[in-house]
């Protein structure tokens, strides 16, 4: 009998294999290993249409049409030329500090967003603001951040302030580059070293202001 039953077993497990646990496929493995990245938020605001507007009533279609045809030195001369124009500096041919800290915030947006827009985000007042304040930049002047600003927006080469004319005026150039701002001689050889220095650190800080 024991041997009858033995039998039995030998059998019913032939029928009935034991089942493998479950192995997902290789599809179904990259399916559930991979998940979508979100693409990295864009720190630069690009408006769709830039107002030209202006608190002084000047005229900005000019450099809104140098920039949309990425003539990007004519642009950067013809925005110190409306910089002037705004702050009534056109006789004189460079800018106080005065001007600066009451530069009209209308004016300064149309300017910046116009260099943000047909840059891509590439160029603008305000994306050197952002660069100077990360490394620690503030409406006062410190050489060794002036410096690091120099390096990150590619006005310095091997530790030299570039001229002017060296500038890259295309979009292989480094974020921020531009405006370069001729006649203010924001630290490039060959200008008011000092004065643009602290020109632009107020400008910065003028932005803020204006909440650009």
């Keep these: 009998m024991d041997a009858i039953?033995?039998?039995?077993?030998?059998?019913?497990a032939k029928i009935q294999p034991a089942a493998k646990p479950y192995q997902p496929s290789s599809k179904n493995s990259a399916t559930t290993e991979k998940s979508p990245?979100?693409?990295?938020?864009?720190?630069?605001?690009?408006?769709?249409?830039?107002?030209?507007?202006?608190?002084?009533?000047?005229?900005?279609?000019?450099l809104r049409d140098?920039?949309?045809?990425?003539?990007?030195?004519?642009?950067d001369e013809e925005t110190i030329k409306k910089m002037l124009e705004v702050a009534d500096r056109t006789r004189e041919g460079w800018l106080r500090k005065e001007d600066i800290d009451r530069f009209p915030c209308e004016d300064l947006r149309t300017i910046d967003q116009l260099w943000v827009k047909y840059s891509n985000g590439l160029f603008g007042f305000s994306v050197?603001?952002?660069?100077?304040?990360?490394?620690?930049g503030t409406r006062e002047y410190d050489s060794e951040i002036w410096q690091a600003?120099?390096?990150?927006?590619?006005?310095?080469?091997?530790?030299?302030?570039?001229?002017?004319?060296?500038?890259?005026f295309n979009t292989q150039a480094p974020q921020g580059h531009l405006p370069g701002?001729?006649?203010?001689?924001?630290?490039?050889?060959?200008g008011w070293w000092g004065k643009g220095v602290s020109l632009l650190s107020r400008l910065f800080s003028r932005m803020e202001t204006c909440r650009l």
């Design 5 to 12: 039953e033995a039998v039995k077993r030998i059998a019913v």
């Design 66 to 75: 140098l920039l949309a045809t990425g003539k990007w030195k004519e642009a």
């Design 128 to 136: 050197q603001k952002r660069i100077y304040q990360s490394l620690g």
């Design 149 to 168: 600003f120099g390096d990150r927006v590619g006005w310095r080469v091997n530790n030299e302030w570039l001229y002017y004319d060296d500038l890259k």
């Design 37 to 62: 990245q979100p693409a990295p938020p864009n720190p630069t605001p690009i408006e769709q249409d830039v107002p030209l507007k202006s608190e002084r009533g000047v005229d900005y279609t000019k």
């Design 181 to 190: 701002g001729k006649g203010w001689g924001w630290g490039l050889r060959g």
